[in-house]
Structures are given as C-alpha cells and as structure tokens.
C-alpha cells in the first residue's frame, strides 16, 4: 500500500512539472507578444498607456479627523471588495486548472488502457455523427460551438442574464466615469477662478492703501500749507477704509471657505472615482472572461446561439431512444475516467473527440491556458489594488500618529485583529 501511494505521489508530482513547464512556455509566448507591443507605433503605445492609467487608483491625503477617517473606512471596503474578487476568481481558476490536470491523466494512459479508451471515444464520436446525419437540422450553430455549451448547459441562461446586466453595466460605469472626470475638471476650475479672486482682493487691498496714505499725505500737506480744518477729509477717508477693509475682509474669507469646500467636493470626486475605476476594470475582465470562455462576442450574440442550441438539443432529444449503443460507450468512457481518478468524467462525453483526435485535445488544452491567463491577471489586478489600499492606509496612519488608534480600530473592525497588528508594527 505504500508503494502504491508513492507511485501516485511521483505521479501526481510528474504531471505538475509538466504543467509547470507548459505554463513557463505561455509566459514565454506573452513576453514575446508585450516585445511586439512595444514596437508598435508611438500613437498605439500612447494610446495604450492612457488606457492603463486611467484606470488606476489615485493616493490621497486627507487632512481632517473625519477625512482620515471615511478614507481609511473606504480603503477598508476596497479590500473587502478586492478579497471577494480573489476569491471568486481563483475558484473559477482552480476548475480550470482542475481540468487541465485531467487532460494530463488522460494523455498519460497507455497499453491497453489507452487502447480501450480510445477505442470508446472513437465509437461516441461515430455513433454521435450518425445521428447527427438523420437529424436534417437547419440550424446556424456549429457542432464546436455545441461542444463549448454542452459542459455548462445547466449554466447557460444564468450566464446570458449576467452577460447582459455586465454590458448594461459597464455603460453605467463608462457613463459615471465620464461625469466624476467632468466634476473633477469643473471643481478644478472653480479653485482657479477662487484663486484668482483672492489675488485680485489682495492688489485692491494694496491699491486702497497707497491711496489712503496718499490721501493722509494729501491732507497734511493742504492742512501745514493752508491751515484749513481737514477734520472731515480726516474722517471720511477713516470712515471709506474701514469699509473698504470690511468689504475685503469678509470676501476673503468666503473665498477661503469656497476654497476648502472645493477641496473636500475634490478629493470625494477622486475617491469615487478610484471605485468606479476598480468597478470598471473588473468589470471589463468579467466580460473578456465570459466572451472569450463562450466564444461570442456579446450578449445578443449569446442568446441567439443559446436558442439554436437548445433547438439542437431538442432534436437530439427526439432520437435518444435510438442510442442504446451510444449510452453504453458514454458508460464505459466514464467507468474508465474513473480509474484514472479523472475529476470529471462527464464532461468528456461531450469532448469525447478530443480523447480520438490529439489536435482537438491540443485546441481545448490552448483554451483553458487562454481562460487560466485571464484569470491570473485578475487576480494580480485585484491584489495589486489590494495592495494599494493596505499601502494608502499605513501611509495615513503613519502620517497621523495622533488618530492612530482610532485608525486602527476601524481597520480592526473591517479587515480583522491580523491586518491591525500588521499596521501596529509598521
């Protein structure tokens, strides 16, 4: 029993180098591709940064108590997000990689084994084809496209309803993104045009004073050469400088009041705007994920395919009772996926071709690869946001010794006693 555990174990080890080593050979192709990237004409590779960036999250500074701490709250609900994005994704990429490792244990049966198994593949794909020439069908559908829905048919409907509220959605957020650019361009604006009223108070201020010294002046001049009473000019160049100054005094400080008002509606706009971001990046991969898993390339493209598909499936359904011998061979396919402690074996009556034809086995493998990709930058995008929040919270912590408990205890309550300790020590 031992031996056999052992072999297993060499087994299980072989088949993770071999993917190990297929894996290294996409990072290598990715390379080559971002080289092919970065000799693309300047307009491209302007166009491409601008993509990138935008789309980043921007660090703020916060200044008050109360900023520090709805930002710090915020940054905690970030993480939050960016965790169940994690953990989403790398259910969907353990199902991936789960289905490569069959693959590999079905590439590695030999004897008689792989004689058997082939053998049953090769009958479900003649006896499906058979059928298939009795159905006389007139439908738009391919049998590839059948064979990509046939493993999630139970899923197909939901999947459409969630593409469809995807793209709804991703307007949504285009449309947000657009109008928090356009209220942090307009905010800007009106921190200018502040700025430029109080530079013009303050040349009035300088202009009123030389002519108040210059009328003083003025009127000691008249009074030493003249002796005439300037009790009254005295006065009333006293009396139009205090409400000059009044006047200047109390714009000043509603510009003040406009300008930290306009600040705070600033740096809320930055804010939701670094949500909407993530919002829209995680979005975006949703779609590019489910377009490229589905083979379509929007949602009314789904749905026509997913009606011809059920179309299909109703038509096979019309001629099951004929397939006794088919249901035999989809038995004894399963029965030996089993033995080789394949995970799962019913996917593969549906790719039965792919086990009697290599290429087709090498076209799926090239698919899953593709959709693992997708996946893993998902979740380098999210840990990296993830990242940047935890890196923006200690900024402010440490910014902002004073407020540091009470920091902490709002990042306790959120992201845990683990997270705040971590924060304790830097």
């Known amino acids: 029993m031992a031996f056999w555990n052992r072999r297993k174990k060499r087994q299980q080890e072989a088949l993770e180098r071999e993917i190990q080593e297929k894996l290294d050979t996409i990072r290598e192709q990715k390379k080559a591709e971002q080289k092919e990237v970065s000799a693309a004409p300047p307009e491209q590779k302007e166009e491409a940064e601008y993509n990138e960036e935008m789309y980043q999250t921007e660090q703020l500074k916060p200044s008050g108590k109360s900023d520090q701490k709805r930002y710090v709250t915020e940054c905690c609900q970030g993480i939050q997000e960016a965790d169940r994005q994690i953990g989403s994704i790398r259910k969907e990429y353990q199902g991936v990689t789960d289905s490569l490792l069959d693959i590999q244990k079905i590439d590695r049966a030999e004897g008689e084994d792989k004689k058997h198994l082939l053998s049953a593949a090769s009958n479900i794909v003649k006896l499906t084809n058979e059928r298939n020439r009795y159905k006389n069908r007139n439908l738009t559908i391919s049998d590839a496209v059948?064979?990509?829905?046939?493993?999630?048919?139970?899923?197909?409907?939901?999947?459409?309803?969630?593409?469809?509220?995807?793209?709804?959605?991703?307007?949504?957020?285009?449309?947000?993104?657009?109008?928090?650019?356009?209220?942090?361009?307009?905010?800007?604006?009106?921190?200018?045009?502040?700025?430029?009223?109080?530079?013009?108070?303050?040349?009035?201020?300088?202009?009123?004073?030389?002519?108040?010294?210059?009328?003083?002046?003025?009127?000691?001049?008249?009074?030493?050469?003249?002796?005439?009473?300037?009790?009254?000019?005295?006065?009333?160049?006293?009396?139009?400088?205090?409400?000059?100054s009044t006047v200047i005094f109390v714009e000043s400080n509603r510009n003040r009041r406009d300008m930290t008002l306009a600040d705070r509606k600033t740096d809320k706009a930055i804010?939701?705007?670094?949500?909407?971001?993530?919002?829209?990046?995680?979005?975006?991969?949703?779609?590019?994920?489910?377009?490229?898993?589905?083979?379509?390339?929007?949602?009314?493209?789904?749905?026509?395919?997913?009606?011809?598909?059920?179309?299909?499936?109703?038509?096979?359904?019309?001629?099951?009772?004929?397939?006794?011998?088919?249901?035999?061979?989809?038995?004894?396919?399963?029965?030996?996926?089993?033995?080789?402690?394949?995970?799962?074996?019913?996917?593969?009556?549906?790719?039965?071709?792919?086990?009697?034809?290599?290429?087709?086995?090498?076209?799926?493998?090239?698919?899953?690869?593709?959709?693992?990709?997708?996946?893993?930058?998902?979740?380098?995008?999210?840990?990296?946001?993830?990242?940047?929040?935890?890196?923006?919270?200690?900024?402010?912590?440490?910014?902002?010794?004073?407020?540091?408990?009470?920091?902490?205890?709002?990042?306790?309550?959120?992201?845990?006693?683990?997270?705040?300790?971590?924060?304790?020590e830097a």
């Open 146 to 244: 059948i064979r990509r829905f046939e493993p999630y048919e139970n899923e197909l409907v939901d999947e459409i309803k969630r593409m469809y509220e995807a793209e709804v959605y991703q307007k949504a957020i285009e449309g947000d993104i657009d109008k928090l650019y356009e209220e942090k361009k307009k905010l800007r604006e009106e921190k200018q045009e502040i700025i430029e009223k109080q530079n013009s108070l303050k040349n009035m201020a300088k202009v009123l004073i030389v002519l108040i010294v210059s009328l003083f002046i003025l009127f000691v001049t008249v009074y030493y050469a003249l002796e005439v009473d300037m009790t009254l000019p005295y006065l009333g160049t006293i009396f139009l400088a205090a409400i000059s």
């Open 271 to 424: 804010s939701l705007l670094n949500r909407v971001k993530i919002k829209y990046v995680n979005n975006r991969n949703l779609l590019d994920y489910s377009r490229e898993k589905f083979g379509v390339t929007s949602a009314a493209e789904f749905e026509h395919l997913w009606n011809e598909y059920v179309r299909a499936k109703e038509y096979e359904r019309k001629f099951r009772e004929n397939t006794e011998q088919l249901n035999f061979y989809c038995d004894h396919l399963i029965k030996m996926l089993m033995g080789m402690q394949v995970m799962d074996c019913e996917i593969w009556i549906g790719q039965a071709i792919a086990i009697a034809d290599s290429r087709e086995m090498v076209e799926i493998r090239h698919k899953l690869n593709a959709q693992r990709q997708i996946l893993r930058e998902r979740i380098e995008y999210n840990e990296k946001v993830k990242n940047d929040f935890l890196q923006n919270i200690n900024a402010v912590i440490r910014e902002n010794p004073e407020n540091k408990e009470e920091l902490l205890q709002i990042v306790q309550e959120y992201i845990g006693k683990g997270k705040e300790e971590s924060f304790t």
